[in-house]
T-cell receptor, first 113, second 111 residues
Framework: NAGVTQTPKFRVLKTGQSMTLLCAQD?????MYWYRQDPGMGLRLIHY???????AKGEVPDGYNVSRLKKQNFLLGLESAAPSQTSVYFC????????????FGDGTRLSIL | GQNIDQPTEMTATEGAIVQINCTYQ??????LFWYQQHAGEAPTFLSY????GLEEKGRFSSFLSRSKGYSYLLLKELQMKDSASYLC????????????FGDGTTLTVKP
């Protein structure tokens, strides 16, 4: 039972570099989300998707892009990394039924130098 | 808009009972979740309330009052492994199942 898998688990980037974080879920969930979590600030929604081929902005979308070409995958891209993007990134998915919780991946710890 | 308040930190003794409060002000309320997050790990689901009242699940119970914008998580017979952060999340009435998360309450259980 893999659930939600995030790769990579850790990464160090230099300012200005680009990278893509991959999220894969095997539960056939319609909804997927990308969050960032900073110390003392809880989870903040970056982007989300309600289905294959659709994405939308969350609370803190600037500096990030996403794509959902396949239902099971949700990619988060940083085009030009900045130190302010140093954070722990969590991907989550859920079924569309109202009372269903989100299932989270183990997170990606990203440091921008 | 959405505003969710939880205490930042709490400390309790092993074997005791602790209550973690969450107050919220939000448009389009569609239920409230509690998640547990151990340090360095992913959040995991604990409970869901959509109607007023108490939901009991083993050592953990969660209460909701929609009229007061208030919920609490009650942990009984505390164990050392209950040391974690507890996140209150309001499910919003949107077509995307989005939740707004509080900043979390870090609970430390001492012997």
């Amino acid at each position: 039972n893999a659930g939600v898998t995030q790769t990579p688990k850790f990464r160090v980037l230099k300012t200005g570099q680009s990278m893509t974080l991959l999220c894969a879920q095997d539960m056939n969930h319609e909804y997927m989300y990308w969050y960032r979590q900073d110390p003392g600030m809880g989870l903040r929604l970056i982007h989300y998707s309600v289905g294959e081929g659709t994405t939308a902005k969350g609370e803190v979308p600037d500096g990030y892009n996403v794509s959902r070409l396949k239902k099971q995958n949700f990619l988060l891209g940083l085009e030009s990394a900045a130190p302010s993007q140093t954070s722990v990134y969590f991907c989550a998915s859920r079924n569309r039924d109202r009372n269903q919780p989100q299932h989270f991946g183990d997170g990606t710890r990203l440091s921008i130098l | 808009g959405q505003n969710i308040d939880q205490p930042t930190e709490m400390t309790a003794t092993e074997g005791a009972i602790v209550q973690i409060n969450c107050t919220y002000q939000t448009s389009g309320f569609n239920g409230l979740f509690w998640y547990q997050q151990h340090a360095g790990e992913a959040p995991t689901f604990l409970s869901y309330n959509v109607l007023d009242g108490l939901e009991e699940k083993g050592r953990f119970s969660s209460f909701l009052s929609r009229s007061k914008g208030y919920s609490y998580l009650l942990l009984k017979e505390l164990q050392m492994k209950d040391s974690a952060s507890y996140l209150c999340a309001v499910l919003r009435n949107t077509n995307a199942g989005k939740s707004t998360f509080g900043d979390g309450t870090t609970l430390t259980v001492k012997p």
